[in-house]
């Protein structure tokens, strides 16, 4: 559901239905109820091989034909109208089915194409309570985030209510504690949806936010919705939301995404077995094993798909960068810049002069590298606030072009 939710932010997304099939992946199928085809038809249809970029463009012939071109290439791809038909996701229906799953009486306000602040519906705590529900959709910068959710504060006449937000992806500096404090509780999509059975419900985490709001506003949770809390598993090591838990005897932190933690949680899910360096950075990235040829010869240390998605990015944080100093934001300011010293780092290895990419006389030294310099980092990341588990995890993984989690005695890890 969490590639879902991040698909909340289109409310009129001009995609074909296979740009949507890559996009969610294994969600697809379940999901594809949600996307509805529009009148309209795309003027870029998602490029099937890399190396022409990510998209062509679309052109219809005078007799009716649709072909994809890319400049610059002797490439034409013959199309039919339902490979470039526009669909969009469907928040009416989106709404309404969640509404079904929580318990909560779906609003019946309109969803334009437009609409950013979307009134969700209502959750009955007590008789006669009922809390509003709000959703905020879209919003491509910190700054549109906060002012929506501002917004929502001062237009609120009685305190109390639930704000949705696709996820945590613009959660910065004291917007979430200003919130509280005016009784409106910010709560990420992506970690309190699920699919059960084909049908949206709510996660654990979802009690656990309820239970949160009716503390900030004096109340108890209804007895229907209570649920025992989860016995805490004394050797977790688990994703949610935009964070990695670890429990290590029942003591607990917590782990930025990233590199490092998909690498162990995948060891830690197959104990006792090798695997090369190149397959468990495959593995990490969710890319397919069989497909995806190892490399053992000289080439380019990075492929110029890869490097434009770098590039891209590193565009985007300078931008971020600017409104995060003009906002005087500087948690948020120091967070992009070591982001940005990070990818600086990368195009530094990758870039000779002149910026041709180097030659590698072993790729898959370079990944075996990488992987145990992530594992590393991790694992002393970890050694900050939970010593012991550092030392498992440090004695236990053994790497280098074949790499492998050995522990002494079997932990019953939840992953």
């Not at 290439?73 to 229906?93: G, N």
């Not at 007590?126 to 985030?145: M, N, Q, W, Y």
Request: with cysteine.
């Amino acid at each position: 559901m969490k590639k879902c939710c991040a698909l909340l932010g289109y409310a009129d997304c001009r995609h074909v239905m296979l740009e949507w099939q890559r996009h969610l992946q294994e969600e697809f199928e379940p999901l594809s109820r949600f996307l509805m085809p529009t009148d309209k038809l795309s003027k870029t249809y998602p490029a099937t091989d890399a190396s022409l970029g990510t998209e062509v463009d679309v052109e219809i012939e005078e007799d009716g034909s649709i072909i994809g071109t890319v400049p610059g290439f002797r490439c034409r791809i013959e199309l039919k109208e339902s490979d470039i038909l526009v669909h969009q996701f469907d928040l009416w229906r989106f709404r309404k089915e969640m509404c079904d799953g929580f318990e909560i009486t779906p609003s019946s306000s309109a969803i334009t194409r437009w609409s950013h602040t979307i009134e969700w519906g209502n959750l009955e705590l007590e008789k006669g309570v009922s809390i509003p529900i709000t959703a905020l959709i879209g919003g491509d910068s910190l700054r549109s985030f906060r002012e929506r959710v501002m917004e929502q504060i001062f237009q609120r006449e009685a305190a109390g209510a639930i704000l949705l937000t696709a996820n945590r992806k613009w959660w910065r500096g004291d917007i979430v504690e200003f919130a509280k404090k005016h009784k409106i509780l910010l709560v990420p999509l992506d970690e309190v949806v699920q699919m059960e059975g084909g049908k949206l419900q709510p996660t654990p985490e979802w009690n656990e936010y309820l239970t949160a709001f009716c503390k900030m506003v004096e109340m108890d949770l209804p007895s229907r919705l209570r649920e025992k809390p989860p016995a805490v598993a004394p050797f977790e090591f688990r994703k949610k939301g935009q964070m990695w838990v670890v429990h290590f005897n029942s003591n607990e932190m917590f782990l930025r995404d990233g590199i490092g933690p998909q690498h162990i949680s995948v060891l830690l899910s197959q104990p006792h077995q090798s695997i090369y360096a190149v397959d468990l950075q495959m593995l990490a990235s969710k890319q397919n094993l069989e497909t995806t040829p190892r490399p053992h010869s000289g080439g380019e240390m990075s492929d110029s798909k890869t490097l434009l998605e770098v590039e891209t990015r590193a565009k985007e944080l300078l931008s971020a960068l600017d409104t995060a100093r003009r906002e005087g934001n500087s948690m948020f300011e120091s967070e992009i810049e070591h982001e940005i010293e990070q990818l600086k780092d990368y195009l530094c290895q990758v870039k000779g002069k002149g910026g041709e990419v180097r030659k590698s006389a072993n790729p898959s030294d370079s990944i075996r590298r990488s992987v145990q310099q992530m594992i590393k980092r991790t694992i002393e990341t970890i050694a900050e606030e939970l010593p012991e588990c550092a030392r498992h995890l440090s004695r236990s993984i053994q790497t280098g072009f074949v790499v492998n989690y050995n522990p002494e005695s079997e932990l019953p890890w939840v992953l």
